[in-house]
């Protein structure tokens, strides 16, 4: 519950520093999102060959 | 009747563009209530149009577009409350083409909100219903361009793609449709997803009519003429196997009238496809945040439950997301090079399952379920990522339902996708089958499977 509560803190702290101001229903809409995806960033982020550089908006 | 048929009915004077247009209105206005196909029908401008069409490739043809296309003077509301007031003074660069060429815009299509997901269930205007069976969704974004091709209530339409939203209402609705590849059509005029993999793209009911759609649109784009003979095609296998297993099995099929028409078939594994969700996420979520920033700053409250999780997730993530997404998806795209270094196309099934019913959450798929838009995304986004042209054409049903097989091309090799899926149906009948609309005494429609 506590972990939950600090989360949804962080995220409203961000969201504010934005401008923009989410209620509690939208963050805890959010979290499972944020859950799936972060970690699977950090495992593409350790797996990328080093000295890759981002491809261009244009580019395939 | 095909829009190819139709176009030439028109040239030759056995119909007249009014006549033409008048006959889809009436279409639209008893049928339109069952479906839900239409935000907005431009009946009075239609028809004055239609009477100044100019004589080209599309003379008199009427179509629709999606409600994120801009048609000067009508609403692009794109299914959402925040634009309701939302009139453009200009057409999008493809309107303005498809009117050079001499199409009628019968209106604006219902779409997923600011065509943001996979269901066009829109809270503003309510579901787009599929034609054959009105209880389930049509899929999405696209899914009133989708409903509205497979109940013939435009010769032809418009649809956008950023990770599916052509491709998956193209297949739950038994149409064709095809994402071209990005950066063939311009985007001047469209309401934004992702600047990286928004793209604009035709569904109608066959190849050959998406062709002529995208001649009209796109000014680089020359069709092929021809057969399939000697083309290379990788089966990707991994997806036939996620694939529930009637669906696989159609898609199947499908691959062995291709054979039969002397394509040579591989079975093939296609590169970082578990990690290709991801990577496209990281790039899409951060670039839809920013598109609408301002009116998560003023609207919050005014998205739709599901659009605005996505939208703050985008605004959420950390910084460093976009970069990596774009670090991965050059890895990724030089790993698909080298596949069509052997390759002159892919396929796969377009989706593992039919049509969901509408308001349906989870899935089952190989029988575990799991969320609809998980279990879209490992079959529409690989080849999002690279911007490639995939055309999704359908191939048979499961429970009398449309399944789709995808069509997957090098980039800007657009015509080549359409030679082969008009080939196919050219040997096969898939793509004329149709649901059948049925009027009662009073005029309401319903429709029943053909």
């Given at each position: 519950m506590g972990a939950k509560s600090s989360s949804l803190d962080l995220l409203r702290q961000l969201a504010a520093r934005q401008g923009v101001f989410p209620t509690d229903e939208d963050l805890e809409a959010v979290l499972p999102f944020l859950e799936a995806i972060v970690p699977a960033l950090e495992e593409l982020e350790r797996t990328l060959p080093p000295g890759t550089a981002p491809a261009e908006v244009s580019q395939s | 009747m095909s829009l190819a048929g139709l176009a030439e009915r028109l040239r030759v004077g056995e119909l007249s563009p009014r006549e033409a247009t008048a006959s889809y209105l009436e279409r639209i206005e008893r049928a339109n209530p069952h479906l839900n196909a239409y935000i907005t029908v431009r009946a009075e401008e239609a028809l004055a149009e239609a009477e100044s069409a100019p004589r080209g490739a599309l003379y008199g043809v009427p179509l629709a577009v999606k409600d994120v296309i801009d048609v000067a003077g009508t609403p692009t509301t794109a299914a959402s409350r925040i634009l309701a007031d939302n009139v453009p003074q200009h057409d999008a660069d493809c309107v303005a083409r498809l009117r050079a060429a001499g199409a009628v815009i019968l209106g604006k299509l219902n779409t997923h909100e600011f065509a943001f997901g996979a269901t066009t269930t829109s809270?503003?205007?309510?579901?787009?219903?599929?034609?054959?069976?009105?209880?389930?969704?049509?899929?999405?974004?696209?899914?009133?361009?989708?409903?509205?091709?497979?109940?013939?209530?435009?010769?032809?339409?418009?649809?956008?793609?950023?990770?599916?939203?052509?491709?998956?209402?193209?297949?739950?609705?038994?149409?064709?449709?095809?994402?071209?590849?990005?950066?063939?059509?311009?985007?001047?005029?469209?309401?934004?997803?992702?600047?990286?993999?928004?793209?604009?793209?035709?569904?109608?009911?066959?190849?050959?009519?998406?062709?002529?759609?995208?001649?009209?649109?796109?000014?680089?784009?020359?069709?092929?003429?021809?057969?399939?003979?000697?083309?290379?095609?990788?089966?990707?296998?991994?997806?036939?196997?996620?694939?529930?297993?009637?669906?696989?099995?159609?898609?199947?099929?499908?691959?062995?009238?291709?054979?039969?028409?002397?394509?040579?078939?591989?079975?093939?594994?296609?590169?970082?496809?578990?990690?290709?969700?991801?990577?496209?996420?990281?790039?899409?979520?951060?670039?839809?945040?920013?598109?609408?920033?301002g009116w998560l700053r003023t609207r919050l409250e005014d998205y739709g439950a599901d659009v605005r999780a996505r939208l703050l997730a985008g605004l959420l993530l950390p910084s460093t997301a976009h970069v990596t997404g774009q670090r991965a998806r050059r890895w990724y795209c030089d790993g698909l090079r080298r596949l069509f270094d052997r390759f002159d196309l892919l396929a796969a099934p377009e989706m593992p399952i039919v049509a969901p019913s509408i308001g349906e959450q989870t899935v089952e798929v190989n029988a575990k379920s799991i969320p609809y838009r998980l279990c879209l995304m490992p079959f529409n986004s690989p080849w999002t990522l690279a911007g490639l042209p995939v055309l999704s054409v359908p191939c048979g049903f499961v429970q009398g339902l449309p399944v789709g097989l995808a069509l997957v091309g090098r980039r800007f090799h657009d015509a080549t996708v359409l030679r082969t899926g008009r080939a196919f149906q050219e040997a096969m009948d898939w793509h004329e089958r149709r649901p059948t609309l049925a009027f009662d005494a009073d005029g309401k429609a319903s429709y029943t499977r053909g």
């Amino acid at each position: 519950m506590g972990a939950k509560s600090s989360s949804l803190d962080l995220l409203r702290q961000l969201a504010a520093r934005q401008g923009v101001f989410p209620t509690d229903e939208d963050l805890e809409a959010v979290l499972p999102f944020l859950e799936a995806i972060v970690p699977a960033l950090e495992e593409l982020e350790r797996t990328l060959p080093p000295g890759t550089a981002p491809a261009e908006v244009s580019q395939s | 009747m095909s829009l190819a048929g139709l176009a030439e009915r028109l040239r030759v004077g056995e119909l007249s563009p009014r006549e033409a247009t008048a006959s889809y209105l009436e279409r639209i206005e008893r049928a339109n209530p069952h479906l839900n196909a239409y935000i907005t029908v431009r009946a009075e401008e239609a028809l004055a149009e239609a009477e100044s069409a100019p004589r080209g490739a599309l003379y008199g043809v009427p179509l629709a577009v999606k409600d994120v296309i801009d048609v000067a003077g009508t609403p692009t509301t794109a299914a959402s409350r925040i634009l309701a007031d939302n009139v453009p003074q200009h057409d999008a660069d493809c309107v303005a083409r498809l009117r050079a060429a001499g199409a009628v815009i019968l209106g604006k299509l219902n779409t997923h909100e600011f065509a943001f997901g996979a269901t066009t269930t829109s809270p503003r205007f309510g579901p787009a219903r599929n034609p054959w069976s009105t209880d389930r969704i049509c899929g999405g974004s696209s899914g009133g361009s989708g409903a509205a091709a497979a109940a013939d209530l435009a010769a032809g339409t418009l649809g956008t793609d950023t990770a599916g939203s052509i491709r998956i209402p193209a297949c739950f609705c038994g149409v064709t449709g095809l994402r071209p590849s990005t950066g063939l059509v311009s985007n001047d005029g469209v309401v934004p997803v992702s600047w990286t993999f928004d793209a604009v793209g035709p569904i109608a009911r066959s190849a050959e009519d998406c062709s002529l759609l995208l001649e009209a649109i796109a000014p680089r784009y020359r069709p092929e003429e021809g057969g399939v003979r000697g083309l290379r095609i990788g089966v990707v296998e991994a997806l036939f196997e996620r694939a529930n297993p009637d669906v696989a099995a159609v898609a199947s099929m499908a691959l062995d009238e291709l054979s039969a028409l002397g394509v040579r078939l591989e079975r093939t594994k296609a590169p970082l496809l578990e990690q290709a969700a991801t990577i496209l996420q990281a790039v899409m979520l951060p670039e839809a945040a920013q598109a609408h920033l301002g009116w998560l700053r003023t609207r919050l409250e005014d998205y739709g439950a599901d659009v605005r999780a996505r939208l703050l997730a985008g605004l959420l993530l950390p910084s460093t997301a976009h970069v990596t997404g774009q670090r991965a998806r050059r890895w990724y795209c030089d790993g698909l090079r080298r596949l069509f270094d052997r390759f002159d196309l892919l396929a796969a099934p377009e989706m593992p399952i039919v049509a969901p019913s509408i308001g349906e959450q989870t899935v089952e798929v190989n029988a575990k379920s799991i969320p609809y838009r998980l279990c879209l995304m490992p079959f529409n986004s690989p080849w999002t990522l690279a911007g490639l042209p995939v055309l999704s054409v359908p191939c048979g049903f499961v429970q009398g339902l449309p399944v789709g097989l995808a069509l997957v091309g090098r980039r800007f090799h657009d015509a080549t996708v359409l030679r082969t899926g008009r080939a196919f149906q050219e040997a096969m009948d898939w793509h004329e089958r149709r649901p059948t609309l049925a009027f009662d005494a009073d005029g309401k429609a319903s429709y029943t499977r053909g």
